[in-house]
């Protein structure tokens, strides 16, 4: 079993920074990849960013050039760096960690970008 902890969601002002982390616990043996989706109100669960052995990084086109995916392999953690924040980024941003049979949620953390 996988455990995944987010944490740094919050209120931010359209334009500003949070930095969301993700801390991976239990049998991670055989992680393969990490990554950051997202799901807004009314609306189904995307994928923001992800991370594949720490080498090759994906993002979803409306967050290239904003947001910066990294993994400290030492700390079992993911990052995600998300900068000039726009209000269509506000949802609930879930961890994933990707094994090659299954995959783990984490609980999600609520960011939501307003003035």
């Known amino acids: 079993q996988v455990q995944l902890v987010e944490s740094g969601g919050g209120l931010v002002q359209p334009g500003g920074s949070l930095r969301l982390s993700c801390v991976a616990s239990?049998?991670?043996?055989?992680?393969?990849?990490m990554g950051w989706y997202r799901q807004a109100p009314g609306k189904q669960r995307e994928m923001v960013a992800t991370?594949?052995?720490?080498?090759?990084?994906n993002y979803a086109d409306s967050v290239k050039g904003r947001f910066t995916i990294s993994r400290d392999n030492a700390k079992n953690t993911v990052y995600l760096q998300m900068n000039s924040l726009k209000p269509d980024d506000t949802a609930v941003y879930y961890c994933?960690?990707?094994?090659?049979?299954?995959?783990?949620w984490g609980q999600g953390t609520q960011v939501t970008v307003s003035s």
């Open positions: 239990g049998s991670i043996f055989g992680l393969l990849g």
């Open positions: 994933n960690a990707l094994f090659r049979t299954t995959s783990y």
């Open positions: 991370t594949v052995s720490g080498v090759s990084t």
